[in-house]
């Protein structure tokens, strides 16, 4: 019942703030098509990326954890026409996906989509630096790409961290779960990390319940 309730309250919202246009419709629809999994954020988190994007006025994002490119849509619909979005994916399928999606979004000059583990293309990216960083791939390595997130982001912007709450089990010190582990490394990082303040925010809809770390970083000595 609180599913059901948090989800119309979520398409209420939605239908207003973050209606769904054709492209991001055509984005969803070609991941379903090549049987991708559903789990994009919502239209309602898509739109606060592209927020805080457009807040930290961001020339340049990462994104780590591709999917069919629908977050990547959102945040680059955030950058201007010389802008530039790096987007890191394991998966061939979803890349190939992700791909033909920022095409039909007219995205394609702008974003790249990486092949490979993104341990293993982030230290490609040493001397980038991005004004947002959006984290959103396999939750065990959160705390590994939160701390590329700090090297590869300039001073006063922004890292997002997605899906760091679990329905609650974030609290559970006794869990065993590899995803549910890494969200507690993240907070644990985060509470003696001198380069970031961060806040993380619970939250309800369509997806669940779950919630996301926002952490500005600093720049040095402050
Ligand atoms: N950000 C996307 C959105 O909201 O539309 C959703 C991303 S989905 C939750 C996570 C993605 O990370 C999947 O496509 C998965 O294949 C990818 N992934 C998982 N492990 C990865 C790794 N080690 N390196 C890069 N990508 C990975």
């Known amino acids: 019942a609180e599913q059901q309730q ?9 239908g207003l703030l973050a209606p769904e246009d054709p492209v991001l419709a055509a984005a969803l629809r070609a991941g ?24 930290v006025q961001a020339r340049s994002v990462l994104e780590v954890g591709t999917l069919a490119g629908y977050s990547t849509i959102w945040l680059g619909r955030a950058l201007p026409a010389d802008g530039r979005l790096i987007t890191l994916e394991a998966e061939p399928k979803h890349a190939e996906v992700a791909r033909g999606n920022l095409a039909r979004a007219g995205l394609d000059g702008i974003a790249e989509v990486r092949l490979g583990l993104a341990l293993d293309t982030l230290p490609e990216l040493v001397g980038e630096s991005f004004d947002l960083v959006f984290i959103d791939a396999d939750k065990a390595n959160i705390p590994e790409y939160f701390r590329w997130a700090l090297v590869l982001t300039r001073p006063g912007g922004l890292v997002i961290v997605d ?16 995803a ?30 779950d919630g996301f770390t926002l952490a500005v970083v ?5």
Do not use: F
């Not at 991708?36 to 988190?45: E, G, K, R, T």
């Not at 899906?163 to 590899?178: K, L, Q």
């Open 32 to 55: 379903d098509e090549a049987g991708l999994p559903h789990i994009n954020v919502s239209a309602l988190q898509g739109k606060l990326l592209n927020l805080l994007a457009r807040a």
């Open 163 to 178: 899906n760091v709450v679990r329905g609650g089990e974030v609290a559970d010190e006794h869990s065993s779960e590899p």
């Open 6 to 14: 948090w989800s119309a309250v979520d398409d209420y919202l939605g």
């Open 180 to 209: 549910v582990r890494g969200v507690r490394r993240l907070h644990e990082l985060l509470a003696s990390e001198p380069r970031a303040a961060a806040t993380t925010i619970q939250t309800v809809g369509v997806k669940g319940y």
């Open 218 to 222: 600093l720049p040095p000595g402050k």
